[in-house]
């Protein structure tokens, strides 16, 4: 098991003290994980991706995704067969039901998903909020003036009063 040392990071970053729990729940996750159904991870453009899933012999309705609170989760269960005693000579396609977890970062949401010659894709893009886009702020100046003698008062008037 690796110890990773985020103390550099913590000096220049703000809100970042949830990424070693991130990172601890991720190699934990893959030490205890099996390699069924095998996937791809896609970059296609700069802001969208795509997950493929080998999922051979599930049909629509044996396949589930859903998102809770940035994790994607697709489970698979097999229900035709039941009750079939099928006698394989070898058997090298596995039908056996999963269970697959993706940890999404922030503004990352599924966009489609489709089955088509076996494979699930699963198309996600970040969306970033239009409030949290960079924006520049304008500088305004009224006048070249260090300070505007009509909206300040004389001294002798301040010191009367």
Same mark, same amino acid.
């Given at each position: 098991m690796h110890n990773f040392d985020f103390s550099p990071l913590y000096r220049t970053?703000?809100?970042?003290d949830h990424l070693s729990s991130l990172l601890k729940t991720v190699s934990r996750s893959d030490a205890n994980s099996n390699s069924y159904p095998p996937y791809n991870i896609e970059l296609l453009n700069k802001d969208q991706y795509r997950?493929?899933?080998a999922v051979a012999g599930f049909v629509k309705n044996e396949l589930d995704i859903q998102i809770e &609170? &940035?994790?994607l989760v697709v489970k698979g269960t097999r229900h035709? @067969? #039941?009750g079939l005693e099928v006698n394989y000579l070898h058997q @090298?396609?596995?039908a056996r039901n999963f269970e697959r977890r993706f940890q999404l970062a922030d503004?990352? #949401?599924v966009t489609q998903a489709h089955l088509k010659n076996g494979l699930l894709h699963i198309d996600l893009a970040r969306e970033i909020p239009e409030a949290m886009k960079p924006k520049s702020i304008p500088i305004e100046s009224n006048s070249n003036k260090l300070?505007?003698?009509e909206e300040t008062e004389p001294i002798e008037k301040r010191d009367a009063a």
């Open positions: 970053t703000i809100g970042f997950i493929t899933m &609170q &940035q994790l035709n @067969g #039941e @090298g396609i596995a503004h990352v #949401e300070i505007d003698v």
